[in-house]
């Protein structure tokens, strides 16, 4: 009965939740600029470092926005009404994009796109987390973007 003080209905609880998530992801951000101040190529690194430990961590079971963004399909949930999950994947992609321009990053919009979160990957690369390969698979698929669209 709490929650449902605070909460009209169980939807608008998970739209909360999500949000909440989205906050959760911001704050990671800002900690890539606290440790790499300057250093936008670091900070890349250091989020392609952070998914890949979050893939290889048998506890985890992806990105909350982005499950969510498979398992509610309904438009109009609030979650999905109120652009919960379609604002955190533009945040989460104009981010990267950011970045690879200020890295000097050739084709920075490709290149953001590439890097970008992707529910299917994810659920691929979790299906993959008992071999034990998805940490490294990011960390070379990640250095592999990178290295392609260095400028020559």
Known sequence: MTLYRHFPSKDELVAEYLRQ???EADRCWHAYERSHPGDPLGQIR???AEM???LANPGKRGCAL???AVELPDKTHPARRGRVIADYKIAQRNRLIDLCQRAGLTEPEIAG???SP???RRSRERAERQRGR???RLTRVGEAMIAAHMPR
């Open 134 to 136: 998805s940490r490294r």
């Open 118 to 120: 992707r529910a299917g």
């Open 21 to 23: 998530a989205a906050s």
């Open 52 to 54: 890949a430990d979050h």
């Open 113 to 115: 796109r590439r890097a």
């Open 46 to 48: 250091a989020w392609l």
């Open 66 to 68: 982005a499950n969510a």
